[in-house]
């Protein structure tokens, strides 16, 4: 058995060797590209119930991976351990089902034997395989076949570059399955509701009040210290100011009161009435929360009032109401 001895000089040249490999054999696979895709996607986009993706080790990591990635783009999919199909997970498995079955050398027991079943219940069969030859090449509907592969384990006996491709075009597959659906990205962040996009795509100014509500109202006649008391109990930093219907006619912000008290102390016994902004910024609750996020950076203000139909103030958000969610 060779042994091979690694130096940290030759550490970056090693791994570098590696991607080389691996890059290698997904950019040569792209001229063995046929017919099979074609029949593949085809079969997978007519698909009325289910994905099926197995395999063992290895290409069980890596299918699990792509049932993943098929589930996350509008391809109904989950993923099925063949040795416990083997002991009655195969009731999960429909006639309306496609199975892609993940194998190398095409002879994994497992897979092998749970083929007879798959066959008798009626789902379609996808073989991602070595060699189109073996066992499982011979028993799929649509058997594809990656060729024979150079590992990139100098010892040709970690699953590396085979897994790496096997890989890339499940990814591609689920990408061609993508785009014929017209998968957008709102339907992307409703099956991703709590990541990043999920957020900016769903999330709500009305949800963000539901986890933050403040809701600081003054009426326009109120004097100074009365407006000061209230603004430091909400603890936003500013106040919604409305009229004797309870209409929003206006806001105050610390910033307002800060800059009058400087310019006269005498400010403090008398009312708000000439201190106010007249003309707010308003969004209304079922804005979504990305877009009130926009608002406020291009007018360089921390807080928004929310109002109804009507232009009753409902609630008030801040910034950091906004970039706490995620935003």
Sequence with gaps: MPFFVQTKENYIA???????IEAKAIQNYRGCLGEEIIKAIELLLNCSSHVIVTGMGKSGLVGKKISATLASTGTPSFFLHPAEGLHGDLGMVTENDVI????????????????????????????????????????ADIPISIGKIEEACPLGLTPTTSTTLTLALGDAIAIAL?????????????????????????????????????????????????????????????VSIVNDYGLLIGILTDGDLRRALTADFKIMDQSIESLYNRTPVTVTPDLLAVE????????????????????????????????????
Excluded: W
């Excluded at 090693?14 to 080389?20: D, G, T």
């Excluded at 403040?214 to 407006?227: A, D, Q, R, S």
């Excluded at 929310?306 to 995620?326: C, F, R, S, W, Y």
């Design 100 to 139: 892609i079955a993940i194998s190398n050398s095409g002879e994994t027991e497992e897979i092998i034997k749970i083929i007879p079943s798959i066959k008798r219940i009626g789902a379609k069969m996808i073989a991602f395989v070595g060699n189109n030859k073996s066992t499982l090449g011979e028993k």
């Design 178 to 238: 993508l785009k014929a659906r017209n998968f957008t990205p709102e339907k992307f962040a409703l099956y991703h509701p709590g990541g990043s996009l999920g957020r900016k795509l769903l999330l709500t100014v009305e949800d963000v009040v539901q986890q933050n509500f403040k809701n600081p109202i003054v009426n326009c006649t109120l004097g100074f210290k009365e407006v000061l008391f209230k603004m430091t109990e909400s603890g936003i930093g500013a």
């Design 292 to 327: 009130a996020l926009k608002i406020i950076e291009n007018n360089k203000i921390n807080v928004l009032p929310v109002v109804n139909e009507d232009k009753h103030p409902i609630a008030m958000i801040h910034i950091q109401d906004l970039t706490k969610m995620g935003l």
């Design 14 to 20: 090693s791994v570098a060797e590696v991607l080389e």
